[in-house]
């Protein structure tokens, strides 16, 4: 093994079972293991201890509405698409407490609580989730008014990414460039080949962590078959999406038929909003306790399909279904351009597995663009 570390940008290789070396050096750095474990038959994001808990030997099988996990001929550790969870969750919780007011001595008094957020480690991270993160940076840090909870979490996260070989059948980040190749700000990037992982380190925490990691510069033949992996991957995406005549072709179809017909189908139960990784939209709530003697503040995930969402004063604005899909659609697609001068869907294809009628957001842009 060489006795110094690997530099930011170099490839080197590793046996795949010392992973658990370079997830023992971030705990042993006071990280928490986020990553991707068997639970209720599905491949979901959750604490983790070693490379024990990963989804060895599993992967999933998706189409529109559709998702079941099959045991793999192999023993691949990352050999599975994206699952009903992503990344938000840890960086921008469902629930999450703001503050709390208590009615002491006949007054009522902020407690100061304040935690220190904690340190994730995301292991395994893919390309299009990656740039959903960097997408919800935006959201949250990008304009004039910081979210100071998402910030102390996000500051400290360590990123430890994958590139992308099994894309799954409603994938389509190969069209919108945010996959399947993982882009910039991680820490550490593996690309998983039969015996080995290619490691990419990307910054000086992540050389830190390869410390004590027996590893070998990376062969010419392992980098072409990491290459080759990938254009096959691209190939190999269920769906693709052209952007070309994005946002104009929204802009300039907003009554047209297809969003009645699409609202015939939508259950507008929200499912596309919380599985997908840069909805963001939230409602903060006061609750109190039966005696009025304590009150807390949370803010919790909200959705545009709510019916309460787009209650404004004087009525709501978005009554029917056929308001709140193409609010959807088109801010992801559309609007959020203007917004965030960037697209809001990096083609992880999760809203189309997890919708119960399988609406697919691709099949939807290509009729109104009369291509279906
Ligand atoms: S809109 Fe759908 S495909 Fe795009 S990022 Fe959200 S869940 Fe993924
Ligand atoms: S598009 Fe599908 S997942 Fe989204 S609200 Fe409608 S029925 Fe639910």
Not at 117 to 139: K, M, N, S, T
Not at 238 to 246: C, F, K, V
Request: aromatic share 10%; hydrophobic share 35%; with cysteine.
């Amino acid at each position: 093994m060489p006795e110094f570390t690997p530099n930011i940008g170099a490839f080197v290789s590793i046996q795949k079972s010392d992973l658990q070396r370079v997830l023992e050096a971030l705990k042993q750095a006071g990280f928490t293991l986020i990553g991707p474990t068997v639970d209720e038959s599905a491949i979901v994001y959750g604490e983790i201890d070693g490379i024990d808990d990963l989804p060895i030997g599993w992967t999933d099988r998706q189409e529109p509405a559709s998702y079941r996990i099959v045991r793999r001929q192999d023993e691949a550790f990352f050999g599975y698409t994206v699952g009903p969870h992503s990344w938000k969750k840890f960086l921008f919780p469902p629930k999450q407490r703001l503050f709390r007011v208590e009615k002491k001595n006949g007054s009522f008094q902020v407690v100061d609580e304040e935690e220190p957020a904690p340190r994730f480690a995301f292991i395994g991270v893919r390309g299009c989730e990656l740039q959903a993160i960097h997408i919800q940076d935006r959201v949250f840090l990008g304009g004039p008014y910081q979210d100071p909870n998402y910030k102390a979490r996000r500051q400290q996260v360590f990123v430890l990414a994958v590139n992308c070989t099994e894309p799954g059948g409603t994938c389509f980040c190969a069209s919108l460039g945010t996959g399947p190749q993982v882009g910039s700000g991680f820490d550490i990037a593996l690309t998983e080949l039969d015996d080995t992982f290619i490691v990419e380190v990307g910054s000086e925490v992540g050389a830190t962590m390869m410390r004590n990691v027996p590893w070998r510069p990376t062969s010419a033949f392992e980098l072409q078959q990491a290459r080759e992996a990938l254009a096959t991957a691209v190939k190999a995406m269920g769906r693709q999406l052209d952007t070309s005549d994005l946002p104009d072709l929204l802009y300039n179809n907003l009554e047209h038929e297809r969003w009645n017909q699409v609202a015939a189908r939508c259950l507008s139960c929200a499912n596309c909003t919380m599985v997908c990784p840069t909805c963001f939209c939230n409602d903060v709530l006061e609750v109190s306790d039966l005696k009025g003697e304590q009150f807390e503040r949370v803010r919790v995930w909200d959705s545009c399909f709510s019916i309460e969402f787009s209650h404004v004063h004087g009525g709501n604005i978005r009554p029917h279904t056929r308001a709140r899909y193409r609010q959807w659609l088109t801010h992801k697609f559309a609007s959020w351009i203007d917004q965030f001068g960037i697209l809001g869907c990096v083609g992880c294809g999760r809203c189309i597995t997890w919708c119960p009628v399988g609406i697919d957001v691709t099949e939807e842009i290509d009729a109104i663009r009369g291509e279906v």
